[in-house]
Each structure stands twice: as structure tokens, then as C-alpha cells.
């Protein structure tokens, strides 16, 4: 327990460029506070103390605002960044080296039984606000974009956005960005209008050309 501690508070420092001090992670990240809680509620649940291991998360949830059932797998160097809203159902499972931002949700659809939450492999992205939900699984490497609404696989080293979201990276494309910037993943509306935007000027030239020799 006291290894991955210290493993989560490190990733913390290392991943955000806000923190200045051990003592600041220890005292200021409810992500920290959430995944401490989680541990030994998880611990808990494993030895079928459910109601003692979900008041455990509950008093989590409303200090940090962040829930995470106990039943839920939590790998290493977990790093959940300003973590208000999120929200981790029972059966998910988050590989290691996993990213999270505010009002993420690896959840159910409300259809399934027995494995209802995503699996998540290692070294994985998910953007603010985007929704996991159901018995899939995200591959390692992908990148999931802000707002996303994922309801199916995703395979590893892509990058996924959109409602309902769609793969716009796969595997074999260098990807240069940083784990932490947004603002580099693509936005398939935005390239579809530069396409028809393209075609549009197209036909005009040959309009254009068109007018010319007649």
C-alpha cells in the first residue's frame, strides 16, 4: 500500500506542472485522496466487507467529489487531474499509467449483467467530460477526446472523439503530443468542412474555366 502511495504521489508531480511541493500533492489533490480511499476500500470489498468498503467510498465521494466503487480494479501511478465529477462503476477495470479529467465516466448502459463497466488498458488518456460506457474495452495507448461518447472497443495506440465516438488515429500514425494536450487531437467536423470547403472551390475554378472558353 505504502509503495503505490508513494508511486501515485509521484505521478502526480511529474504530470502536472501546477504542483509545487510533496507536501502541496499531499494536502491539495483529492484525485490522491480518492485513489488512498479507493485502495483500502477495494481492499475491503475483496474481503467481502461491502457495506463497510462502500461507506469508505462514499465519504470519498463527498470530500473529493470523485466516486469510485470499491469493486472497481485500479492499476499503478493511477493520475486523476482535477477530479470533480468522475465517476468509476464496479465492475471497471483501469490498467496502469491511466490519465483522467474532471467529469469522466466509465460507466453502465444499463443493459448488461454481471461485467456492466469498460475495461481500460495501460497508458491511457480520457479527456474532460468523456463518457465510457458499457463492457468494452479501450486499448493501451489510446487517447479518448473531451466530450466523447464511447460505447464500443477502441483498439490500442488510437485516439478516439465525437458523439458517438469514432477512431480518427490509428495505430502506425506517429503521434507527437503529449499526454496532457487536448489540443492537438483532431476534430472530424472541422476536417469533413475543409473537405467540402476544398470540393466547393473546385467546382468553382472549374465553373470559372468553364465561362472562359465558351
Known amino acids: 500500500m505504502l509503495g503505490r502511495l508513494k508511486e501515485d504521489m509521484k505521478t502526480i508531480f511529474e504530470m502536472d506542472p501546477a504542483v509545487k511541493s510533496y507536501l502541496e500533492v499531499i494536502l491539495c ?10 485502495r483500502i476500500a477495494h481492499s475491503l470489498y475483496r474481503r467481502r466487507l461491502f457495506l463497510v468498503s462502500r461507506l469508505i467510498s462514499q465519504i470519498s465521494r463527498f470530500f473529493t467529489g470523485i466516486e469510485i466503487h470499491p469493486g472497481a480494479v485500479i492499476g499503478r501511478r493511477f493520475f486523476i487531474d482535477h477530479g470533480s465529477g468522475i465517476v468509476i462503476g464496479e465492475t471497471a477495470e483501469v490498467g496502469d499509467d491511466v490519465t483522467l479529467y474532471q467529469g469522466v465516466t466509465l460507466g453502465g448502459t444499463g443493459k448488461d449483467k454481471g461485467k456492466r463497466h ?5 497508458n491511457v488518456t480520457i479527456g474532460s467530460g468523456a463518457k465510457i460506457l458499457g463492457p468494452i474495452t ?17 483498439p490500442a495506440n488510437s485516439t478516439a ?22 489540443t492537438d487531437i483532431p476534430d472530424p467536423l ?10 466547393v472551390s473546385e467546382l468553382e475554378r472549374k465553373l470559372i474555366l468553364n465561362e472562359s472558353t465558351t
Do not use: F, W
Open 29 to 38: 489533490y483529492p484525485g490522491l485522496h480518492s485513489i488512498i480511499c479507493h
Open 118 to 122: 469498460p475495461t481500460i488498458g495501460n
Open 138 to 154: 479501450i486499448g493501451h495507448n489510446a487517447k479518448i477526446g473531451a466530450g466523447a461518447v464511447v460505447v464500443r472497443c477502441i
Open 161 to 182: 472523439v465525437g458523439v458517438p465516438a469514432h477512431v480518427v488515429r490509428k495505430e502506425g500514425i506517429d503521434e507527437t503530443y503529449i499526454d496532457l494536450n487536448h
Open 190 to 199: 472541422e476536417d469533413e468542412i475543409r473537405e467540402l470547403q476544398r470540393r
